[in-house]
């Protein structure tokens, strides 16, 4: 039986083979890391002006906040993290594992900062114009 044949008797189950590893090599990194590989966007829910909003973690919640984030650093507007970086109702950033700060930009808003926490999640907010 040449190569061509095999594969064309055997399609379904080399398909099924292939499907399986993949997705046990994605669990199997999960566990090795100890963390899920998909992160939760947090998005800005107050006033990008007011520094203590930004600043305030339970404003950064997994709720739309309808806002075009294009990366322009001159707003706040969302910040992947890790679900175990949420607070234990998985609905905004816990201050223990994410600590914010902020920084004054020159059109006068504030965007965020990490100033401390235990997270080792690395820290890249998305801002908008």
Same mark, same amino acid.
């Given at each position: 039986m040449n190569i061509k044949n095999f594969i064309k008797t055997n399609a379904m189950a080399l398909l099924a083979i292939g499907t399986i590893g993949g997705f046990s090599a994605f669990k199997a990194s999960t566990m090795t890391t100890g963390k899920s590989l998909i +992160?939760?966007?947090?998005?800005?829910?107050?006033?990008?002006?007011?520094?203590?909003?930004?600043?305030?973690?339970?404003?950064?919640?997994t709720s739309p906040n309808g806002q075009s984030c294009d990366g322009a650093n001159q707003k706040s507007c969302n910040i992947p993290v890790d679900h175990t970086d949420l607070n234990t109702s998985? *609905?905004?950033?816990? +201050? %223990?594992?994410?600590? $914010?700060? %902020?920084? $004054? *930009? %020159?059109?006068?808003?504030?965007? +965020? *900062?990490? *100033?401390?926490?235990s997270s080792t999640t690395p820290f890249n907010p998305v801002n908008r114009n």
């Open positions: +992160p939760v966007t947090v998005q800005f829910q107050g006033n990008p002006a007011i520094q203590s909003q930004v600043e305030d973690e339970s404003m950064w919640t998985g *609905t905004a950033i816990n +201050p %223990s594992r994410i600590t $914010l700060g %902020s920084s $004054l *930009t %020159s059109s006068g808003n504030y965007i +965020p *900062t990490k *100033t401390g926490g």
